[in-house]
């Protein structure tokens, strides 16, 4: 069974530049969620989707954060325009509906500068 | 007050000690609790996955869940240097909606 694959495994952007991350969430798999992890914290959700419905995107800093999942399987997210303080990596994990269990892809690690 | 609470470590353990980490967590209404292991530059990995309280035994690894004190806690057993990696609690309602704790940073040295 693939895995959840992420793109691209790093990124160096400038402050006030704009940034797209790609997720392919595994085979079937309804819920799809992007977290971001801050070096030496745990993820923080960002934005859970259900099939193509957000279900959850409370702490989705919506002045210059987006995601979309067309379709039910791809996602990305966006950010524009970057801050400092986003430099983080993103994770994009997926779960079926029938098993809570989360699988995660290996992320994207953003540098901010 | 964060949803879960880990003490971030870093913990230091030689090969072969039992190596115990915990979380307390503030919502009563999680019922599923998980331990994922996260190598360096990596993606975290499911490692336990357990409902409810009680003990849940693979391996060398132990997940215990205390839901009276809202306490769980990981244990391993003879560990091994490849056990090095940052161990995340994560806990969850049944709504699909993870809340990860920060982490305890492992390293067991040979």
């Known amino acids: 069974e693939a895995g959840v694959a992420q793109s691209p495994r790093y990124k160096i952007i400038e402050k006030r530049q704009s940034v797209a991350f790609w997720c392919n969430p595994i085979?079937?798999?309804?819920?799809l969620y992007w977290y971001q992890q801050i070096l030496g914290q745990g993820p923080k959700l960002l934005i859970q989707f259900q099939n193509n419905g957000v279900v959850d995107d409370s702490q989705l800093p919506k002045d210059r954060f987006s995601a979309e999942r067309l379709k039910g399987v791809d996602s990305t997210l966006k950010i524009q325009p970057a801050k400092l303080e986003d430099s983080a990596v993103y994770l994009c994990?997926?779960?079926?509906?029938?098993?809570?269990?989360?699988?995660f892809g290996q992320g994207t690690r953003l540098t901010v500068v | 007050q964060k949803e879960v609470e880990q003490d971030p470590g870093p913990l230091s353990v030689p090969e072969g000690a039992i190596v115990s980490l915990n979380c307390t967590y503030s919502?009563?209404?999680?019922?599923?609790f998980m331990w994922y292991r996260q190598y360096s530059r990596k993606g975290p990995e499911l490692l336990m996955y357990t409902y409810s309280s009680g003990n849940k035994e693979d391996g060398r690894f132990t997940a215990q869940v205390d839901k009276s004190s809202k306490y769980i806690s990981l244990f391993i057993r003879d560990s091994q240097p490849s056990d090095s990696a940052t161990y995340l609690c994560a806990t969850e309602t049944g709504a699909n909606n993870l809340f990860f704790g920060t982490g305890t940073r492992l390293t067991v040295i040979p």
């Open positions: 994990a997926s779960s079926s509906l029938r098993n809570t269990e989360a699988f």
């Open positions: 085979s079937g798999h309804a819920t």
């Open positions: 919502n009563s209404a999680f019922q599923y």
